[in-house]
């Protein structure tokens, strides 16, 4: 496993946030990064489930 590995994806994620979610975008992009390496790999393939970090993230915001 490339030790850079979630400094790689971190733009490439953070895109796709801010398309889905601009005002929480760079937050949502570091609860996502932060998961562990196994489920970024896991929603990295799987757009549905990408969307459904991607809401997690922004309900978890919003509660604060």
């Known amino acids: 496993m ?11 994620v953070f895109e796709f946030v801010q398309g889905l979610v601009q005002g929480y975008a760079p937050k949502v992009t570091g609860m996502l990064i932060d998961l562990p390496v196994s489920e970024i790999q896991k929603y990295m393939v799987n ?18």
């Open 2 to 12: 490339n030790p850079e590995y979630k400094q790689l994806i971190r733009g490439v």
């Open 47 to 64: 757009f549905d489930l990408f969307l459904q970090r991607v809401s997690q993230a922004s309900k978890l915001l919003d509660k604060q």
